[in-house]
């Protein structure tokens, strides 16, 4: 697999994305998501200048943190269980995956200094996917004003694994609007000008729309466990 012209090709479609909805490509973050493949192939990627990488499981974040250390920025993209939180609080620089009052409490008392978290919402309401429900948004936000070391960057969600255009394009600008709402309320430990949505295969559709943080796997750097 030739990461290097992954890259290049990811980063074209990105250009192109923008181009199409009037954005610039500098406002759009890709991370990497290396929880499928090697230490060997995520350092392939930190080598073609990807400089941030996205891990779901705790285990997986700290055997790659101990070969790689700080040579990118470390997101935490899964569900986090609140007992995990003490073994990645110290190593990543974001959270994607908030969802709940223990998981604050626990971000907030393991927490060193202040930790950007994404909001995850069930825009698509499936039973499989994780978050919080779209009319939840607000009062969860408004409720996290008493965990100091938490800012609320902005909200994540996970569309609807289809090809249905529309679909996909709904979703997302879904989450956009519940954005632009928590945004209006102005609340210092809520900035929210962020969406982490898109991953390989609607991340272009996801830019359309307004997303700042794109989740790319198979697309950067394929799967080593098939």
């Known amino acids: 697999m030739d990461i290097k012209k992954n890259v290049e090709t990811v980063t074209e479609e990105i250009k192109q994305a923008c181009e199409r909805s009037g954005r610039n490509s500098s406002d759009v973050t890709v991370i990497a998501v290396t929880k499928y493949v090697s230490i060997e192939r995520t350092k392939e990627a930190v080598d073609a200048g990807i400089t941030h990488l996205?891990?779901?499981?705790?285990?997986?974040?700290?055997?790659?943190f101990d070969a790689m250390g700080s040579e990118a920025k470390w997101h935490f993209i899964g569900s986090l269980q609140s007992r995990k939180v003490k073994d990645v609080i110290d190593i990543i620089t974001t959270i994607h995956s908030l969802d709940r009052l223990s998981l604050a409490k626990e971000i907030h008392k393991r927490a060193n200094q202040k930790i950007s978290c994404f909001v995850q919402v069930n825009v698509s309401g499936e039973e499989s996917k994780h978050g919080i429900s779209p009319d939840e948004v607000l009062s969860f936000i408004e409720r996290l004003s008493n965990y100091d070391n938490i800012i609320v960057e902005g909200l994540m969600t996970?569309?609807?694994?289809?090809?249905d255009e529309e679909r996909l394009r709904s979703t997302f600008h879904h989450l956009r609007e519940i954005k632009e709402e928590v945004e209006r309320k102005g609340w210092v430990h809520a900035p929210c000008h962020g969406l982490s949505m898109g991953m390989s295969n609607d991340y272009q559709?996801?830019?359309e729309e307004g997303a700042t943080h794109v989740r790319i796997g198979s697309k950067l750097v394929g799967r080593e466990d098939q």
């Open 205 to 207: 559709i996801a830019i």
């Open 54 to 64: 996205g891990e779901n499981r705790s285990e997986g974040l700290q055997e790659k």
């Open 158 to 163: 996970m569309a609807p694994h289809t090809e």
